[in-house]
């Protein structure tokens, strides 16, 4: 099977064979020159501390239940071009992953890696190859997660395959047989229920679609039709663009939609973000457009989001992406925001993709954690024990500070997550009155993700008073982790993560990595 260079890296293949012999020996000589600084100037950071904030929670004022946003691109199956990948089930349920996008294979569920031959018969059985794309869906299936199937194509450095489909009711015919295969087991298939399917990837750059915006207009207008027609319970939806500011993809869009009566079930979009502030920001702007458009009833689902891409790699890897992680989770929960898939759970973890800060993975290829995973552990905890929200005020991050609280429906178990991703260092007073236990002795459990600490205790403490007061300080890339409980088992600490190197670690790297990175998303994406 054909060895694939990973997303980003995949029209730039050629270009970098060409170059390669440039880029090593420029990269040994900044690592020596990086290594020459950071021993000059051994440290060169600075913490200041901000003044104290309350946190002051009622154990009996509750406002809904929490989300857990646990939606990911790429399933767990092995990354099947890279030696040594593995199987990622027991750790995406560790994290309470449920949700998983089919976006960047890199070939196996995509439209032309499925219906290879463009001239064959839409109709006929002999025309598919389901072998790959049903290696991938399967250990989706069997992880226990629900499948967001979008129908296009990976990151790719062939031409033809970001051109607009030259016959759009045959692509679309070719989609819903991909439907029936999944559905209704057309074709030696399955009955998997897939409700989510959406219309092509980021169409807003001509790296994905060489075509006009008008003509995603039509794709997505004929492909919406045929699958609307085969099933009316399918949810289908787009245009699942690279970010909301290009006009074409928002108001142009929807204005299209509005005058052709065009359903729209999901309107999916991507945001790599500086700030967990941006991504709310985002969120509530997509929600007072698709409202104002008359779409009150349209999904708002973000497909990709991470920290902004051109972020050094150690800042996707560390605490402090940990930090923005557990800060976003928490203000998606009042962003009206429907669901949220991070980009990525797994990818190909190779020197160059990781000098320039294009590892996105939650986990490396073959198994072990990142510290961004743990706030999704820390998250899973708080939602699977303590589902039912305790009234907060909104949370926003505008200051760099998230927290969020739950309780049980049984009252055993109250679950608190404090998070600061670029605030100065911090002091807080946690004041949780109104305890359920009636003077019964409970215990206390704080856990700490930083630096070096991994989703572990630091603090177990047992009290019997009717109000829990703790006085703490919330360091930069921090996340706080407290579970109040009357019953005997607390949550698991945190598993080992992944070491970063020291390459990554020298700040020197920053503007190279910066400009190589722009040239390639330059070359990439157009």
């Not at 089919?102 to 569920?109: E, L, N, V």
């Not at 989609?175 to 229920?193: L, R």
């Not at 001509?206 to 006009?212: I, K, M, V």
């Not at 797994?346 to 020197?351: I, K, L």
């Amino acid at each position: 099977m054909k060895t694939l260079i990973p997303h980003f890296l995949q029209k730039f293949k050629r270009n970098y064979y060409h170059t390669r012999t440039l880029l090593i020996p420029l990269t040994f000589f900044i690592i020596l020159l990086g290594v020459s600084f950071t021993t000059a100037f051994p440290s060169l950071t600075t913490h200041t501390t901000m003044d104290s904030f309350m946190i002051s929670l009622d154990g009996t004022q509750t406002n809904g239940t929490i989300k857990p946003y646990a939606e990911i691109n790429c399933g767990p199956a092995p990354i099947y071009y890279i030696e040594n990948s593995v199987d990622l089930t027991n750790q995406y349920q560790d994290i309470g992953i449920n949700f998983i996008r089919t976006h960047d294979f890199f070939g196996p569920t995509d439209v032309s890696a499925i219906f290879p031959n463009w001239d064959a018969n839409p109709y006929d059985e002999e025309s598919y190859n389901f072998t790959s794309s049903d290696e991938m869906i399967a250990p989706i299936i069997n992880a226990g997660c629900k499948v967001f199937y979008r129908l296009g194509e990976s990151a790719s450095d062939n031409n033809s395959l970001r051109i607009p489909p030259a016959n759009m009711t045959k692509w679309a015919e070719v989609c819903k047989h991909i439907v029936m295969h999944y559905n209704n087991g057309w074709n030696n298939g399955h009955h998997y229920n897939i409700t989510y399917w959406e219309i092509w990837n980021e169409p807003d750059l001509n790296g994905f679609w060489d075509g006009t915006a008008n003509e995603y207009y039509i794709l997505y207008h004929t492909i919406a039709q045929i699958l609307k027609a085969y099933n009316p319970s399918l949810k289908i939806g787009g245009p699942c663009t690279s970010s909301i500011a290009d006009m074409n993809f928002t108001h142009g869009f929807l204005t299209y939609l509005v005058n052709n009566e065009i359903p729209l079930d999901f309107y999916s979009w991507h945001h790599y973000a500086d700030t967990p502030h941006d991504l709310y920001t985002s969120s509530r702007t997509v929600r007072t457009l698709l409202d104002s458009y008359g779409f009150a009833d349209c999904e708002s689902i973000n497909t990709e989001w991470n920290v902004n891409i051109l972020t050094p790699q150690r800042d996707k890897d560390n605490a402090k992406n940990a930090a923005f992680t557990a800060c976003s989770l928490t203000t998606f929960q009042d962003a009206s925001i429907d669901y949220a898939f991070r980009y990525r759970g797994t990818q190909d973890n190779n020197w160059l993709m990781r000098l320039i800060g294009f590892d996105l993975a939650l986990f490396t290829h073959d198994g072990i954690y990142k510290t961004p995973a743990l706030a999704y552990n820390a998250m899973h905890y708080l939602m699977r024990d303590t589902p039912i929200r305790l009234t907060t005020p909104t949370m926003d991050a505008s200051n760099g500070i998230t927290y969020l609280a739950g309780i049980s429906e049984d009252k055993t178990n109250i679950s608190i997550i404090i998070s600061n991703y670029e605030a100065p260092d911090t002091p807080y007073t946690l004041n949780l009155t109104k305890l359920p236990w009636n003077n019964i002795s409970y215990t206390a459990v704080f856990y700490l993700i930083d630096e070096d600490h991994h989703l572990e205790i630091v603090e177990n403490v047992t009290s019997d008073k009717s109000v829990y007061s703790t006085m703490q300080t919330l360091e930069k890339s921090t996340i706080h982790f407290i579970r109040l409980t009357n019953s005997t088992v607390v949550p698991d600490e945190g598993p080992v993560v992944a070491s970063i190197p020291l390459f990554l670690r020298l700040r020197i790297f920053d503007p190279i990595a910066r400009i190589i990175g722009i040239f390639i998303m330059i070359l990439i994406f157009g």
